[in-house]
């Protein structure tokens, strides 16, 4: 058969259809990148807020119309939202043929063909907290950065959060068989390594820490770059930022969510840390490495957030200048505590503030990003520039977009490069 997969949500996610791709193509299926072909289509989907399932219910519905031309195709849902609707997404999705949960990609391929003979609506979410996929090789879709999952689950249940729900109980991979697998990815041509996990920072497996982890992995000799995502304020130790600062191939580039400025609403988020310790480990990190770009995730208008509350987190980004910011207005999810909360802020409020911490952020990746005019810095060629057939682009250490005059014949290269200007979230460069 011919699968296509439509992916939504999170890295954790991209990997997992990279996953269920090295499945499906161990059992004879072809993976399609053109959903016409497809005579299986799947969606693997994302439940973190109610504008991420509404999404996707809308365009599960839309590609429903190809069933009237097409009477053999079948439609599937997998990821976060069939663990958490599970059967119910038939309501939504007039025409579903299959939900298959996070712990059970294995059973796909059987669901599948079993589709063909018996098309009766099938549905398979039974939670597995000790599957991990061992043994198993991701077929990779890009071609330069590879994601290595080293954890699944989350055991944090942040107050907001639907994840410690979908994706079951935190549990680590081996570490020989992640070594194994950074060896394979970075040997097959993938230089830039990603580690996965919704807080890698915990990672253990036979007391063997996170920071280990990163020992092991630098010493890889086929591997340029290690990066890992994401990191919880709590549990980024000192041992960590010692070994991203002393590893050659860990690159000087973190994500580390602060979610709000207030301690009031962090302890309320069951975050486990408060603001000047999340502003103290930002200090450390930028002591160790005066280089790193860090980034972060904001909520606004979280329970009970009143307008000083905000305040004081505007004024901590403000502070702080994150390389950029993923922020987001809060969203109850059904089953967390958060959505219990009776003091929910009201929806137009949600909106302003997160306006303003938008407009905020702008100014100021526009001006980090202005910084660098001047610096020599080294980018891993990627591909031809979207906008001219002259200039070719990558990324630099930092996680930074550059294009620089070149041509294709740099791709797959890392090249010196200086930076001369710097455009939105572009910089731009000249080879040197
Ligand atoms: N494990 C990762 C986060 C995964 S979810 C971490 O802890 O860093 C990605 C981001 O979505 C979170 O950091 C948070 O900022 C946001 N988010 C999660 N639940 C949310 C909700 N209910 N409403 C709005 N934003 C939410
Ligand atoms: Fe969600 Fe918190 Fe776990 Fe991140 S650490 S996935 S925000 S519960
Ligand atoms: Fe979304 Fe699931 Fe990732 S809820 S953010 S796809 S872990």
Request: hydrophobic residues 35%; glycine residues 6%.
């Amino acid at each position: 058969m011919n699968i296509f997969i439509e992916t939504y949500g999170c890295q954790m996610n991209v990997a997992d259809s990279e996953l269920v791709s090295s499945i499906l193509n161990d059992h004879d299926h072809n993976i399609v990148d053109d959903i016409d072909r497809a005579d299986v289509i799947i969606f693997n989907t994302c439940s973190v807020r109610q504008h991420a399932e509404d999404r996707v219910i809308g365009r599960i519905n839309n590609e429903m119309s190809r069933k009237q031309t097409k009477k053999q195709l079948k439609i599937g849902v997998i990821g976060c939202m069939a663990q958490r609707l599970g059967e119910n997404l038939k309501d939504k999705n007039n025409g579903l043929d299959f939900v298959v949960g996070v712990d059970q990609y294995k059973k796909l391929p059987e669901i599948i063909t079993n589709l063909f003979e018996n098309p009766d609506f099938s549905s398979e979410t039974i939670v597995n907290n000790k599957e991990v996929y061992e043994g198993l090789y991701p077929l990779h879709t890009g071609k330069f950065n590879a994601f290595v999952t080293i954890m699944r689950g989350c055991n944090n249940f942040c107050s907001y959060c639907i994840v410690p729900y979908t994706r079951g109980r935190e549990r680590s991979r081996p570490v020989d068989a992640i070594i194994k697998e950074i060896h394979n990815v970075s040997s097959k041509g993938f230089k830039d390594v990603t580690l996965l996990g919704q807080n890698v920072n915990s990672y253990n497996y036979e007391n063997v820490n996170f920071a280990e982890l990163l020992r092991k992995a630098n010493k890889i000799e086929t591997v340029n770059r290690i990066r890992f995502v994401t990191s919880h304020p709590k549990d980024l130790s000192d041992e960590v930022i010692e070994v991203m600062a002393n590893s050659e191939k860990v690159c000087e580039h973190l994500h580390l969510a602060m979610q709000s400025g207030d301690n009031e609403i962090l302890k309320r988020m069951n975050r486990g840390y408060t603001a000047e310790h999340f502003y103290n480990i930002v200090q450390k990190l930028r002591q160790a490495m005066p280089q790193i770009a860090i980034t972060t995730d904001i909520i606004a208008g979280f329970p009970g957030e009143t307008e000083e509350q905000f305040q004081r987190t505007f004024d901590l980004m403000n502070k702080i200048k994150f390389d950029y910011a993923f922020t987001f207005k809060y969203s109850p999810r059904t089953g967390t505590k958060a959505a219990e909360y009776t003091d929910q802020v009201p929806e137009e409020i949600r909106l302003k503030r997160l306006q303003k911490l938008i407009d905020l952020q702008q100014e100021i990746t526009l001006q980090k990003y202005q910084d660098q005019i001047g610096m020599t810095k080294k980018i891993y060629v990627e591909k031809i520039s979207k906008k001219s057939k002259l200039e070719v682009a990558g990324k630099s250490r930092d996680f930074k977009i550059t294009v620089f005059p070149g041509d294709k014949s740099l791709i797959g290269k890392f090249v010196k490069v200086k930076i001369v200007d710097a455009m939105g979230w572009t910089l731009r460069g000249e080879m040197i």
